[in-house]
């Protein structure tokens, strides 16, 4: 039964990852024909629509929090997580953005010290090492060399690892749908702040692919909610970074991009890095 469930939870994670790259694809696609806030506002409108169906199916009750600043956080972390990773897919190739991503545990690991109060051992700050060995080897650091567009993953890294945060804050006495709700609202708003002047309405079909982004990405974090309450996250964890694999075959295929090896050696290092701190923090 165990190895039953480990299994169904080992395919949630790599559905999970495979749901969010074609998101990811979307929004690269359509990044060709509107701008970024844009595709975020379409992107919060159907999240915010499936969150309130949500709401019907489960409760309103579930709006009532006891712990509304840290909501707040989490929302806006999220928020900038999002928007800044979406603008990394817009400007840099589709699996070099989605390798800094990954940078994520690693940067939570480093913020658990002063937030959490967790100790990081050795071996951890080996592995963080090694994972910012990768992290250079992507984005080259030198004056002539050096790619600011790669400062939109790696923030979208920081502000996922401080959502990550958040979250552990919150699961213990808040229920998912009020953390999907109150993040879909931040985004929404945000959304509406930015919105350019020249808002271009899109076409029916393009309406379609914007829509769906929400669908996506709701179906993509439910399965990954799933694959973590089938299977220990020590194991399934690490089957998340097929989406690195995902991106690489969507990026060859549909957008003509091929990794350099530069690319997949810093990669290798940041998923190595990523893989051990989960497996030994759980």
Known sequence: MIKNKTVTAIIFMIMGALVLAIQNSLVKTLSFFYSIWEI??????????????????????????????????????????????????????????????????????????????????????LAIFF???????????????????????????????????????????ESSVTVIFYYSIALLFTSLLFLPNNFIFPELSHLTLLCSLGV????????LSQAAKYGEVRIISPFEYTGFIFVAVIGYLFFNEIPTLRVVLGALCIILSGSYIIYKTR
Not at 100 to 112: D, V
Not at 136 to 147: D, E, G, R, W
Not at 216 to 223: D, I, N, P
Request: hydrophobic share 60%; with cysteine.
């Open 40 to 125: 975020v506002f379409f992107r919060a409108l159907s999240g915010t629509i499936i969150a309130i169906l949500l709401l019907f199916l489960f409760g309103w009750n579930k709006l009532i929090t006891t712990k509304p600043i840290v909501h707040l956080i989490r929302a806006f972390s999220s928020v900038l997580c999002v928007v800044l990773f979406f603008f990394g897919l817009k400007y840099l190739l589709f699996a070099e953005n989605q390798a800094l991503l990954h940078t994520a545990p690693i940067i939570a690991t480093i913020l658990a010290l002063p937030f959490l109060g967790e100790k990081i051992k050795l071996k951890n700050l």
């Open 131 to 173: 994972g910012f060995i990768g992290i250079i080897i992507i984005v080259k650091p030198s004056f002539s060399l050096f790619n600011l567009y790669a400062l939109f993953p790696l923030g979208s890294a920081f502000f996922m690892a401080t959502a990550y945060i958040a979250t552990r804050y919150l699961m213990d006495t």
């Open 216 to 223: 996506f990405g709701s179906l993509g974090h439910y399965f």
